[in-house]
């Protein structure tokens, strides 16, 4: 229970200072994205791990927001090309939010993350027949501490191979 | 007979007068601080099922936080059956304001007889009695009804224990959680699965009218609302809207489901007429408005939006449009849920990286924040306004969600028993 107004706001102040720090640890090793460079991997072009390894098949987003980061862009235009030399794979865009916002919201925000993913393929050439979104909001962390850093790995939108056509 | 319930009145106009005193400040934490009603429960006669049923009865007056339940031990008379009249000054010696005599019999067609009677000590009078012929395997409910009848009797408030509490059940690690809706006594009795787990389903909601349910489940990768019959099982899907619909909730007549449908990034709120089946749009706005709760008259309507660019509380009229943003604190606003009395919306709000329960009133006044911590969301009403359930995230890779239970008044905040992890609470209105 909070004691008095007084003490709130102070915790407040500190929980939001401490907060804006480790936002800030957080961005700088803002970690997958750049998987591309690691060469081939031994996946064979045009196969799913190929997809998964040496492009990426995830972009992330900040606290609370659906635009692109730079990086989320580098991201998606290597996606956009691989996909379009590949254009058997339907695609299912998977949005993400993290666990610190409410249930019914996050479904929304994962679903607006994944509709932002899908237009900028779709800027990119990617044909939006090809494309279907879904959300799960908050209910699939592939990161499962309680920690700013896990956080930042589940606000995400996955992009997922189905089985080829044709 | 007076002299209880001017003793309950005090309570209760104390508790107006704690809640005006800090309707004042702008944000409060209301802790309370009743002294609880020493009552005394006597035995019900000799069999199991006669303990069994005081025993529930014990359990659900303490659990309300406004009684003390007196010790067996205690009493000077002893051996008090239905048809005695107590000798009132063995019971004003040990203290008992209220006192409960009562017998459970078998009559000869096998249902049960349960009998009690309550009196006011210190006046000498009895305030109310009941019989109540069911059958055996109902003596779990006997008891919900007679603690309601008590309750009652005592508080002027009309009771809450004879209800259920339908929520999701979670299993398995966090990032594989299975979950199953699930239902259960108010008092965590009678657990049972309503789902198998096999697809994933979140915020189950009582319809008041009938033994039904609705809520969104991703069957076959296409999460939209669902109905469900709780005694058949039998399940449809609510409407056929071409994208995703969740955050569910019936209208206070049942006839109707209100939901969100996501288009692209925005969410708007919609409702669908269950008899006709036309569906009507009640918001257009590129945001996201969800969690829609319905006045108990029907004529208005409390949802969430981040129009103004996060999420706060919004209250228009049931047809939509002229939406009024009600919420003005620190922080962000979401789940709100009109109480059963009409008078107070319970939300939870986001501030200061902590995830709090609290209560405003319609116009967004008197707030009030009844607990607050790491993780805690999802608010839901006793059918008399009088209790809230939510749940509460432990923390961790390990850690999970848990129900909750807590007083209008901020006090007396207790954990409900569940078999595993639970979240998504909603109470039913009172059962027949």
Not at chain 2, 285 to 303: E, L
Request: with cysteine.
């Amino acid at each position: 229970m909070l004691a008095s107004n007084p003490i709130f706001k102070s915790r407040a102040m500190i929980a939001l200072f401490m907060g804006l720090s480790l936002a800030a640890c957080a961005k700088k090793d803002n970690l997958p994205d750049n998987s591309g460079q690691l060469g081939l991997n031994g996946a064979t072009p045009g196969s799913q791990q190929d997809f998964t390894v040496n492009v990426g098949d995830r972009v992330f987003f900040e606290t609370d927001s659906s635009i692109l980061t730079p990086v989320a862009r580098q991201t998606l235009d290597k996606q956009a090309q691989w996909l379009l030399q590949y254009p058997n794979y339907p695609i299912t865009l998977e949005g993400h939010a993290d666990e610190r916002g409410t249930r019914e919201y996050n479904l929304a925000l994962g679903a607006r993350r994944a509709a932002a993913t899908r237009d900028y393929l779709a800027g990119r050439g990617v044909p939006t027949s090809r494309m279907r979104t879904i959300s799960f909001g908050k209910e699939r962390p592939v990161a499962v501490c309680n920690d700013i850093s896990c956080w930042s790995q589940n606000r995400r939108t996955v992009t997922v191979l189905a089985a080829p056509t044709g | 007979m007076k002299m209880i319930v001017r003793f309950l009145a005090g309570v209760l106009i104390s508790f107006v007068l704690v809640l005006q005193a800090q309707a004042r400040v702008e944000i409060d934490i209301t802790q309370g601080n009743v002294e609880p009603l020493p009552i005394a429960v006597t035995d019900f006669g000799g069999d199991s099922v006669a303990s069994d049923i005081v025993g529930v009865i014990n359990n659900n007056l303490r659990n309300s936080g406004l009684f003390k339940i007196i010790d067996k031990n205690a009493y000077i008379e002893t051996g008090l059956t239905l048809n005695k009249t107590p000798r009132f000054e063995d019971w004003r010696t040990i203290n008992a304001q209220a006192l409960v005599n009562g017998q459970v019999s078998k009559l000869p067609d096998g249902r049960l007889r349960a009998e009690f009677r309550l009196w006011d000590v210190f006046a000498g009078d009895e305030l109310t009695g009941q019989r109540y012929d069911i059958q055996p395997q109902f003596w779990r409910q006997v008891a919900h009804i007679i603690s309601d009848k008590i309750y009652e009797a005592l508080t002027g408030e009309s009771g809450y224990f004879n209800t259920r509490i339908v929520f999701v059940d979670e299993s398995g690690p966090k990032n594989k959680r299975v979950k199953r809706l699930a239902i259960m006594d108010q008092d965590g009795a009678n657990v049972k699965t309503l789902t198998r787990g096999s697809d994933l389903v979140l915020t189950p909601r009582f319809s008041p009218t009938r033994q039904e349910v609705t809520y969104m489940s991703f069957e076959g990768g296409q999460p939209r609302v669902y109905l469900l019959q709780i005694e058949t099982g039998q399940r449809e899907v609510v409407g056929n809207f071409p994208g995703m619909t969740f955050s569910p909730r019936f209208s206070p007549d049942g006839q109707k489901v209100i939901m969100s449908l996501q288009q692209g990034g925005n969410a708007n709120i919609y409702t669908m007429d269950l008899r006709s089946r036309s569906t009507t749009r009640l918001t257009n706005s590129a945001s996201i408005d969800t969690a829609p709760s319905y006045s108990p008259d029907g004529s208005k309507i409390v949802f969430e939006s981040d129009r103004g660019g996060a999420q706060q509380l919004y209250v228009m009229g049931a047809g939509g449009g002229g939406a009024k943003r009600i919420s003005f604190g620190t922080g962000r606003y979401s789940t709100p849920v009109w109480s059963p009395r009409g008078d107070l919306i319970a939300f939870t709000k986001q501030s200061g990286g902590k995830f709090l329960i609290g209560v405003m009133r319609p116009d967004g006044s008197g707030e009030r924040i009844l607990t607050e911590g790491f993780h805690n969301e999802g608010p839901t009403w006793a059918p008399n306004g009088r209790v809230l359930m939510f749940f509460r995230e432990i923390p961790g890779a390990s850690g999970g969600p848990k129900l909750h239970s807590i007083d209008l008044t901020g006090y007396n905040e207790r954990p409900i028993n569940t078999p595993s992890f639970a979240s998504d609470p909603a109470w039913s209105p009172l059962r027949n």
